[in-house]
Structure formats: C-alpha cells, structure tokens
C-alpha cells in the first residue's frame, strides 16, 4: 500500500490499493469484481481537487492509461478524446486538427474529465464551465456496464457533466469544441474603486474578464483576453503590465509553479460585487497577518448540470487562496460564512465545509441528480463515507451486506 | 560602471508593521528591500528569512536587471510563503553579483514613527 498526496499535499491517504487499467474492458472487469466483493472504488484525475472527493481506503483507480484522441470532426466542431488526458495534452492535440476547447480555467494541469465532473470553469460572462463542452462519451456504471450518453439522453447527460465521479467513471469524451483561435491577452495594476468602478463595462466587454485582489497592498489586477482587433481599447485608469498572443489553448491558462490550498464559491453575479467587498473587508481586518495570496474575482455564465455551481444563473466566483504549508482552516472558515450568506455554491473541487443538509436547497436539481446516480449505482460502488455525507445517500441494506467484514 | 557593493547582506531587524494608514497601496506599512544592480548583467537574488522560533524559510527569488534599481516589499513575497506581519525576522539576500542593498521601513499607523531607512549590513566572503 502507498499513500497517495494530491497537487497541493493537503489531501493524503492511503488506498487498499491504487489501479490503473489500460482498457475500458480492463475498468468493467475492475468494477465489476469490486461489485461483487462490494468494495468502492473512486476514480482519480491528476489530484487538483483539494476537497476529499477521491479518498477512500478501498480501491483507487486512475484513467491516465487511456490516453489519445479517438475521433474528430473538424467541421462539426467536435472531437472524442479518452479520459486520461490532460487539458493541456488536449489542447496540443486538438490544435493539431484545427480545433479548441471554448474555454479554460487558471491552469491546465488537470485532466479533462477531472475538470468537467468538478464543475471547473473559467471567466467570461457568456462562458460557462468546462463542463458544458461534455456533449456525450460512455461511462462505466456501478454494475460494470458500458454506457453511452449523449444530448438524447439529456438525464443522464446533465448527471455526467458535474458528476463528481459517483455517477459512472467516464471513460471517453465526446467534446464540443471551437475551431482554433487566438486571444491577446492583456494585465492591468489599477485599484479597488477604479475596477469596481468599471466592473460591468470590463465584465461586459471583455470575451474573458477577471481580477485579483492582493491582501498585502489593496492592488488589483485586471486580467483581459479577446480575439486580436476585438479589444475594447487601453484602460485609462489602469498600468498595462503585461501584452502577449497566442493560441487560445496556450495563453488562457498559466504556469503555476507555487502551491496553494484554495476555497472557492460561485454567487449571484449581481451579488458578486458586494460579496467581493466583504470578504475584503474581513481578510483587511482579521486575515492579513498570515494570508499575503490574492483573491480571484471572475464570472461564469449558467448551464443547466444538475450539481454545477453556475446551474440556472449568472455567476460570479470568488476565491481565496493560501500557501502551502500555513494554516488556512482558521482562514477559510472566517471567510466562508460571507460566501454563503450571499447564496454561494462551493466549487466541488476545493476546500469546503458542506454536507447535504446544506447542499441541498441550493441546487434546484438535486434530487433529479441523485435519481439518476441510484440509477447508475445502486450498490454505491462509487460512494464513500465523505460522499455519502455530501450527498445526503445513507447506505443500503443491499450495500451493508455486500460490503466485506470491517467496511 | 563596475559592479559595486557585495554578493551577501544581511537585515537582523525586520518587522512588518501590522497596521496601516489609507489610502494603500501608498501608504500600505511595509518592510521594503532597495536593491541596486550596477552590473552589466542581471543579479539573480536568493532571499532566506529567519525567526525567532520556526526554521527559516526561503529562497526567495528575485532578479534585479542591469544597471538599475528594484524597490521590492518583502509583505507582498508569497512565494513560497507569505510572510507574517507584526512578527520578528531577519533576512539574508545573496546575489551572484555584487549588489547594494537598503533597508527601508515604512510604519503609517502613527506619524512619530512613519519612517526608518537603513543600509543592509554587507558580508566580507
């Protein structure tokens, strides 16, 4: 047995054991023993998520076997890859065929699947999350089967985009893409009442917007990406730090060397202001002396996946963000109340504190989500203790008497 | 010009004042390194930083470019740690080529004790 330890370190455990099968076939054999013997297994991406979605003390299983672009369609803006790539690999390879993923969140180290059953996303006001690209693929369920999903299988579909890995363990991604294009991207110092001054007009007339807020010095910086020629002009009010094109896959995400524990919601947007003030506000007064990183200040537009934090609304995110290796719990917990006090959804992915009860009234889809993941699991093979408190599902008499001696 | 000054300093005296003064990021109290570079090629810098009661931490990196100056404030160093205000530590800067350095504080929360600049001491190797 060996530990396992995410990006950031703050998540280690050690598995029964760790599988990586080099097949679809070799994953619903796997899944299906695990049935039988009523074991869990989680699926793993490449370990961003910092929350406790993939911990288990039972099987773990990484996909990063299965590797490659199955199919693509250039002209239908469309591609299939298999689920162990990168978004950073498949970027590379989509630009190969003339293809790009609509949008990418700050780095682009995790896997796609990772990415999407997270509800990852990035900026933009008529960009959603990652997730919505997810247009179809195959899943292995519960009970080992293969299955296919697709626009006509629009439950099962809206359960896979945000899945967090207790739905099926996807296999294969059929992505709706753009053809390749190029951003220039632009970064501006200004200060707090400059860009809330002009927070809409930079939301509005900016394809990717967001800001940082630095703790330490009550800076900010303006992040801007457009279509070269289709920039809305200099920023009078702001310090142009930092001017570069390139191809979309390349110059959205960054290089992220520093390691970092993070806490992130998603609001209303027309809360989003006001929320960002707050928190500022207690982080100035309470948090200072041992928080120096920034907070990061984006939008996403709605879509309509049963658990993601942009369902059914305009969102704006709000983020905050501590080093590896100082305390953030003391930290997170002081700032998370803001957060939900202005109808906040946490970012699945990172650090948190809700369970169901929680959860719940703040995902109008919830319960539809659940159906379908009974549907799919009804052994729980994909839950654990931490999932079964997140997603309020208790463990059956079915699985009680599955489940080997001690588990 | 040659380049002048040393290859290590040390600054036994930092203290990053907690409070501040508005409007920041002006008037934000800070602890602030001045570095000089009168080489004709880029000073790479390695900042290690001690306490009074957990390890030092550190490098931190930073380059000075030729012939010119870098005003740095080490309260907004993150990588790889934030530092802590309102807390007791030195910091030792090495280069790999010979630099000047200066300390200055700045401490806006009273205007008895806004300023304090100082020279970095400067290591003989």
């Known amino acids: ?407 | 010009m040659r380049g002048i000054g040393r290859k290590v300093w040390a600054i036994p005296g930092g203290h990053i004042p907690m409070g501040s003064a508005e409007p920041e990021p002006e008037f934000t109290s800070r602890d602030e390194l001045c570095l000089l570079n009168t080489n004709e090629q880029l000073a790479h810098l390695e900042i290690t930083i001690y306490y009074s009661s957990t390890d030092p931490v550190g490098p931190y990196k930073l380059t000075v470019q030729p012939r010119r100056v870098r005003h740095v404030r080490l309260n907004d160093l993150i990588d790889p740690q934030a530092m802590p205000l309102d807390t007791p530590y030195a910091s030792v800067i090495e280069s790999d080529v010979p630099i000047v350095v200066q300390f200055y504080r700045l401490d806006s929360r009273r205007a008895e004790n806004a300023i304090l600049g100082t020279m970095a001491y400067p290591v003989d190797e």
Request: hydrophobic share 35%; charged share 25%.
């Open chain 1, 1 to 407: 047995m060996r530990e396992w330890v995410n990006w950031s370190g703050s998540l280690r455990f050690t598995p029964e054991r760790i599988e990586t099968p080099d097949s679809e076939q070799a994953l619903v054999a796997l899944v299906q023993r695990a049935a039988e013997q009523g074991r869990a297994v989680r699926v793993v991406g490449k370990g961003h998520s910092s929350s406790p979605l993939v911990q288990t003390d039972d099987i773990l299983v990484s996909l990063e076997k299965l590797q490659g672009m199955e199919s693509h369609d250039t002209a239908a803006h469309e591609a299939t890859i298999r689920a162990g790539m990168t978004l950073q690999d498949a970027g590379e390879a989509l630009l190969k065929v003339g293809l790009a993923v609509p949008n990418l969140g700050d780095v682009n180290v995790q896997q796609v699947v990772g990415a999407i059953s997270t509800g990852t996303h990035g900026t933009g006001r008529e960009l959603p999350c990652l997730s919505t690209m997810l247009v179809g693929g195959r899943m292995v369920t519960g009970t080992g089967e293969v299955v296919e999903f697709s626009e006509q299988t629009p439950d099962l579909l809206r359960a896979a985009r945000v899945s967090l890995g207790v739905v099926g363990i996807v296999t294969s991604l059929r992505l709706r893409l753009l053809p390749a294009y190029q951003l220039h991207r632009q970064e501006w110092c200004t200060d707090v009442r400059h860009c809330l001054d002009h927070l809409d007009e930079l939301i509005n007339r900016n394809r990717n917007f967001d800001f940082y807020w630095y703790p330490r010095s009550d800076e900010v910086k303006l992040r801007t990406l457009n279509p070269s020629g289709e920039e809305p002009g200099d920023l009078s009010y702001a310090t142009l730090v930092e001017d570069h094109t390139d191809w979309a896959s390349r110059i959205i995400s960054k290089v992220r060397e520093i390691k970092f524990d993070e806490m992130e919601y998603g609001v209303p947007e027309e809360a989003g202001a006001e929320c960002f003030l707050q928190v500022r506000r207690r982080m100035k007064d309470k948090y200072r002396q041992y928080v120096g990183w920034r907070l990061l200040y984006r939008t996403v537009a709605p879509d309509d996946a049963y658990l993601s934090m942009a369902y059914g609304r305009e969102t704006a995110t709000v983020s905050v963000h501590q080093n590896v290796g100082l305390p953030y719990g003391d930290f997170f917990r002081g700032i998370e109340p803001i957060l939900r006090d202005h109808e906040g959804r946490p970012h699945w992915g990172k650090k948190h504190t809700l369970r169901a009860e929680d959860l719940r009234p703040l995902y109008p889809r919830w319960e539809q989500f659940l159906q379908v993941r009974q549907r799919t699991d009804p052994q729980g093979v994909f839950l654990t203790p931490y999932l079964r408190e997140l997603l309020g599902v208790p463990i059956s008499e079915q699985a009680r008497a599955a489940a080997p001696a001690g588990r």
